[in-house]
Structure formats: C-alpha cells, structure tokens
C-alpha cells in the first residue's frame, strides 16, 4: 500500500530531514531547505542553500538576473526537482510529495500568464476547477478574489483589454482563490509602472494581513524589498550571500545605509549587474506585455 | 489558513480519481474551445486547402484511370483521405500554441496546479478532437456540392464524427510531444513542416497502399493516418469500405492514443524546466 504523507508538521518542532527517505518529520516554518542544490550538467544554478522562511511574512529573495532566484522558485513550486538536498514548503517535502504541496500553494510566474483571451471570470473559473473546488463554493471564491483585487467591474472584460496592473492583480485572485498557504511570486512587479507597482505592493500586504498567506517574492528592486518584505535573502551567483530584515541588514553594514549598500556588501557586486541573454530577454517580453 | 480548508477541498478528487481527471480535461477543453469560437480565423483558413485538394488535384486525377479505387470514383476514393489530411495538418501545428503558452506562462501556472499532467494534455486533445468536426462540416459540404455520395445513417455520420475526434487527438497530442521535445517556435515551424508530407503522402490518403513499393507499404501499415482515412472511407462514403476493418482501425487509433499520452504526461512538465 502507498505511504501516506505526513500531515502538517506540529507547531514548535524543528524540521528532521532523513537524507535516505527524503521525506519530512516535523517543522514549525512555512518553507524551509537543507542544501537545496540545482544543477544543470556543469553549471550550478542554485547552490546548497538553507532558508527559512516564518509563517504569515512577506519573504524577499534578492538578486540580479541569473542569480538563481528563478531557479529557487521553480523547485519551492515543483517545476524542477531538486538535484540535491531537500525543500519543504507548507510542511511536505517538494521533492517526494509535489502533489501534496500544489494544493497548498500558490504561484504567479514572472510572465503575464492570465490568458489574454479569456475574460478574468473565466480565467478564474478555470483556476477553480483545476483546484478541485466543489461547484457550490466556486462562484462565492470567485467573487470574493475579484472584490479582494478591485476587479468586479471588469470581471466579463477579455485580459487582453487590461492593464498591466490589473493582469497582475487578476493572477494575484488566481492564485489566492483557493487560500493557499504559501504563496510564491516571481518578480511581481517588473514593468509596472509606479502607481499598478503601489497597487501591487498594497494587495499584498493586505493578503498576508486578512488572509495569514505566507508570501515569496522573487525581486531585483531594492524599493520594493524594502517597502514589502518582513526579511530577505540575498542571493548571488546561487548562493545565500546574506539573510535577515532590511532594517537589520542594513545595520550591519553601515549606518545609514540602504538596500542597494547591504547588496553590494555582501556579494561584491552590483544589483544591476548579471544575467545571460535568456533571463533578459524574458524580462523584457514580460515587460513589453505590459506596455 | 488552510491546510484543513484545502483537504476538504480537494478530497473528491483524491477518492474519485477518474472523475477528477475528466473535470480536470473538460475544463481544459472548455476554454480552449471558448477560445476557437472567440477567434475562429485559423479554421476558416484551414478550410481552403482541403477545398484546393478537391476541386483542382481531385478533378484532374479522376480522369487518370490507373489508380484503382475499386467500385467508386476517384473523387469518392479520395474525399475522406482530405478530410484525414486537413485533420492532421491542423492538429500537427497544435504545439506552435502549446510553446506560445509556454512562452506566456500560462502553462508554468497549470503545472504549479494540482491538476494531473494527463488531464491537462488530455483537454487539449479532446478540444483538438473537437476543433476536427469543423473539417467535417467543410468536407461534407464539399462533397455535396461535388456531387460524391456520402452516407447519412446515424450511425455512420458518428462513426465519422469519431473517427476524426480520434486522430484530430492523436495528431495534436503527437504535436505537443514535439513541442516538449524542440521547445521553440522556430524549430518547431521547421520539423512541423518536415512531419506533414511524408505522414500524408506514406499513408492511403490519395492512393490505395497496393499501388506502393513494398518498403513504403510497411511505412504506411504503421502510420496511424492510414487507419484513419480507413476508417473514414468505410463510414463516409457510399459503397466505401474499410480495408483493415473498423475493429483494427480503431483499435489501432486508440493504441496509437494511449501510448502518445502517456509519453506527452511525462514530457508536458518538461516544457518548463
């Protein structure tokens, strides 16, 4: 017969990983990894690294394109299996039971990927059924995400006549719809323009306020680290460089200085700095979506 | 929050496997079918070629009289292997889309869902399966004005409507197994292209597979277009019939279908890595 999974870690227990089994024991964090490794042939994109991340915080992870932050991403929300070491994120390990953990998660991807000829009702409606929600609750959840993001009268308008800000704000409801325990975010706000970025930024907070969600956000802007996240990581070329809240990041490496400072500190290099033709290119398609 | 609230949630779908998965591939069909009906231009440019092939390739070889087709005319004999090829030139470019919602993210976001990867490529056959029934409309339509005797028993018209449901499924979900393979719209344009004309041209689509060399015969045996348009001769056509019969023409399709389903569950994921 199949194992079962465990179940939600206790509170208050530390995590136990067992190397031969993969499997998790008991934690009392929202994501936490022992080595997590990613390698492709020769190249390491992500480096043996150990998070924690608390639950109900806005968790930060910091660095330029090519840093591995994507990379990090795509194996916290199972799309790469890890090549060594172990994940668990809403207390299942990702890479023994990374069906267990897709229920328990959320995920907006770098790219628009609201689909632009669809109506956000629809698209919503899809994210319900593909989440297994019973017919009775679905409409309620819907309408609750569209109010939750300022959607309702747009809600039977194609994506494709939307702004950037409200693509993003309507990927926000997709992936809250089905309350999710973590929720990740790869680069949330890149293209947006100021006010859509304040937007963004508010609904979040507001998110991890009513709501409880555990939020990861994937970022290079050292404003919106700043004015979003309870702790940050930062990476550089795969590895954690440093971890901690702005506040005491900054500390620690002068007075007065600002996120941009902590960066260059700890990696030696600049933010702006980094990231091979590919990671550019994406970001720009992302941005050119958006207008 | 939650872990409670998503057990609950999701816990029909855990205790009825095969029902979850259906819902999960009917939604999948659903908006991709609201999406053709919403912009429907690629079917009617689809519907030139068969028209082409017809009027023009099909009234000039019914008057060559060395291809023997049996107690039917040449127009007759040919008919149902256009509307087999205009299935497969549709389905074939299915991954172009498959790649572009790759590009957009949209698949990065189905596969972070709990969805099962077979139910996510199993829509989008079933669409595809759907979007061959506009072929049929276009062929039948065709046909008539052409003046070839088509069958109109119920029975027969579904068998069609089955027929071509089930290599619409095979020739697109073949489609995304490349897409998953070559990843990018460029390549896959070129291999697109390579891919079509010997699967049309190695099957019994324009000619009977005893007018071929014996090598491009076992070609043919093996390639599941034959059996479609097999199938579709014996069910479209009046005093048509099926060579291999509908028991191994079907069979054969729905082989073809589940071993292309399982192999595109296990690449599908590969697409985002």
């Not at chain 2, 009906?37 to 519907?47: H, M, N, S």
Request: contains cysteine.
């Amino acid at each position: 017969m199949k194992e079962q999974p465990t179940a939600y870690p206790s509170p208050g227990k530390s995590m136990d990983f067992d190397d031969t089994e993969n499997r998790v024991m008991s934690g009392s964090w929202a994501i936490e990894t022992n080595g997590l490794t990613m390698r492709f042939g020769d190249f390491t994109a992500v480096d043996a690294i150990n998070l924690k991340v608390s639950h109900g915080k806005i968790f930060g992870l910091l660095g330029p394109n090519g840093a591995g932050k994507t990379t990090t991403i795509k194996m916290f929300t199972t799309l790469l299996k890890p090549t060594a070491g172990a994940a668990i994120v809403a207390g299942f390990d990702v890479g023994s039971f990374p069906a267990e953990v897709r229920k328990r998660i959320g995920y907006v991807p770098q790219m628009l990927s609201a689909d632009g000829a669809l109506t956000a009702y629809e698209n919503l409606m899809l994210s319900a059924k593909l989440y297994g929600m019973k017919r009775p609750d679905r409409k309620g959840r819907i309408a609750d995400a569209l109010n939750f993001m300022g959607l309702n009268n747009s809600s039977h308008k194609l994506v494709k006549t939307y702004s950037g800000g409200m693509i993003r704000r309507l990927e926000l409801a997709q992936a809250m719809l089905h309350r999710p325990g973590v929720l990740f975010l790869d680069e949330p706000t890149i293209g947006l323009d100021p006010v859509a970025r304040r937007i963004v930024w508010e609904r979040l907070i507001a998110l991890k306020e009513k709501y409880g969600i555990t939020i990861l956000i994937t970022t290079h802007d050292m404003e919106e680290a700043d004015q979003l996240c309870d702790e940050i990581a930062i990476m550089h070329h795969g590895k954690i460089a440093a971890t901690g809240s702005p506040a005491s990041l900054k500390a620690s490496v002068e007075p007065g200085a600002n996120l941009h400072d902590v960066f260059v500190y700890y990696s030696g290099g600049s933010i702006e700095e980094g990231g091979n033709y590919r990671d550019v290119r994406k970001t720009r398609r992302t941005a050119n979506r958006l207008g | 929050m939650s872990g409670k609230q998503e057990e609950l949630q999701t816990a029909w779908a855990d205790s009825f496997p095969l029902l979850g998965f259906l819902k999960e591939s009917l939604a999948i069909a659903e908006v991709e079918l609201k999406k053709l009906i919403r912009d429907p231009t690629e079917l009617f440019t689809r519907a030139v070629q068969p028209v082409l092939w017809i009027v023009i390739f099909g009234q000039v070889f019914s008057r060559v009289r060395g291809i023997p087709t049996g107690t039917i005319g040449y127009l007759a004999f040919m008919t149902p292997g256009i509307l087999a090829q205009s299935v497969l030139f549709s389905a074939i470019f299915y991954g172009i889309a498959v790649i572009w919602e790759r590009d957009l993210g949209i698949i990065h976001k189905l596969l972070v869902s709990p969805a099962r990867r077979g139910s996510l490529v199993f829509g989008k056959a079933i669409s595809s399966g759907f979007r061959g029934f506009v072929q049929v409309v276009v062929i039948y339509f065709l046909a008539i004005a052409m003046g070839i005797g088509l069958r109109w028993q119920p029975y027969a018209i579904l068998g069609v409507l089955f027929s071509v449901a089930l290599g619409s499924a095979i020739f697109s979900t073949f489609s995304l197994i490349v897409a998953c393979i070559v990843k990018t719209r460029e390549r896959f344009m070129g291999i697109g292209q390579l891919l079509t004309m010997p699967l049309f041209f190695a099957s019994n689509a324009i000619y009977p597979l005893t007018l071929m060399p014996v090598w491009l015969r076992w070609f043919a045996r093996l390639n599941p277009l034959t059996y479609l348009v097999d199938s579709l001769r014996g069910l479209m056509i009046t005093g048509g019939h099926s060579v291999h019969g509908f028991g191994v023409d079907f069979g054969v399709m729905l082989f073809v279908f589940i071993i292309f389903l399982l192999i595109a569950d296990r690449l599908y994921p590969t697409l985002v890595q």
